[in-house]
């Protein structure tokens, strides 16, 4: 059983920066970050294989760095340069069969239950 914890959410000031991760990926699979604000779809943000090939959505390239720490299982998000529209609760997401880094969540079977990030 493949249980994600997302962690360190919170609230910021526009400009501000902060640093999500989450625990419990696999070592090869395709992992990714998404959100979704209230009323709003869920938008994919970033994603990474395991030849850490990335995907990014433009409206966070070059703000937001997605990474991966194999021997610890773990995921990353870091967030510089927030803006009020990045508020949203945002998600982790891997699958073991994906080969390519996508933003398309419905190939990802194993989601976390999300941290909440609010930019004020």
């Known amino acids: 059983h493949v249980q994600l914890v997302e962690s360190g959410g919170g609230s910021v000031q526009a400009g501000g920066s902060l640093r999500l991760s989450c625990e419990g990926t696999g070592r090869t699979w395709v992992m990714a970050w998404f959100r979704q604000a209230p009323g709003q779809e869920r938008e994919g943000v970033a994603s990474?294989?395991?030849?850490?090939?990335?995907r990014y959505a433009a409206s966070v390239k070059g703000r937001f760095t997605i990474s991966t720490d194999n021997a610890k299982n773990s995921l990353y998000l870091q967030m510089n340069n927030l803006k009020p529209e990045d508020s949203a609760m945002y998600y982790c997401a891997a699958d073991p069969r994906v080969v390519s880094a996508t933003l398309e969540d419905w190939v990802y079977s194993f989601w976390g239950q999300g941290t909440q990030v609010t930019v004020s």
């Open positions: 990474i294989d395991s030849l850490s090939s990335t």
